[in-house]
């Protein structure tokens, strides 16, 4: 059996276009404020994506991943914070309470989103990405303030744990390395 031309560039455009996946830049969000948004004004940044809570032990990581995103900003660094309920209850504000609280207490500058799902069956598709299968550090987010690090061309570089201090010398010399990569 023959088959033709067209038929076989149909083919191939048919399985090129199922191929693509949705990029770390085009997975619908909603900043703190309401906003459907994405990260694409974040191409070509190094970017620190932080599951983020109010009440919770790790709440006063907000310090230094504000000096961090302070020191580093002009150099196409940023700090994404992603507030999530999920662990003990930790993140129990509206946005409005939660932006206040960023901003009064810790004078959060960096970018915070919507309260989302990190783990479990509503788990956001940007999780989803971060710890999926397909991820170079795969495996459920085990507490408020998992870190992970995202390269200028929107790959992942490392993850950090929960409880390593954003200005820790391993999270410091990752994100200058990156910072220092095209």
Not at 35 to 41: G, H, M, N, V
Not at 57 to 72: D, I
Request: glycine share 8%.
């Amino acid at each position: 059996m023959k088959i033709s031309p067209l038929l076989t560039a149909l083919c191939l455009i048919t399985t090129t276009m199922n191929a693509q996946t949705t990029t770390l830049y085009e997975i619908p969000l909603k900043d703190i404020d309401g906003r459907s948004t994405t990260l694409a004004p974040y191409r070509g940044k190094v970017m620190l994506i932080v599951n983020v809570a109010s009440k919770c032990g790790n709440t006063k990581q907000y310090a230094p991943l504000q000096r961090l995103y302070t020191q580093y900003r002009d150099r196409g660094f940023v700090v994404l914070g992603f507030p999530c309920n999920q662990f003990g209850g930790q993140e129990p504000g509206t946005n409005a309470e939660i932006k206040d609280f960023c901003s009064r207490t810790y004078n959060v500058t960096f970018p915070i989103f919507d309260k989302l799902a990190v783990k479990g069956s509503d788990q956001h598709p940007l999780y989803k990405l971060l710890t999926g299968p397909d991820s170079p550090f795969p495996g459920p987010i085990q507490w408020n303030f998992a870190k992970f690090l995202i390269g200028r061309d929107g790959k992942i570089l490392h993850r950090f744990e929960p409880r390593l201090s954003p200005d820790s010398p391993e999270v410091v010399r990752a994100i200058e390395a990156a910072l220092a990569s095209p």
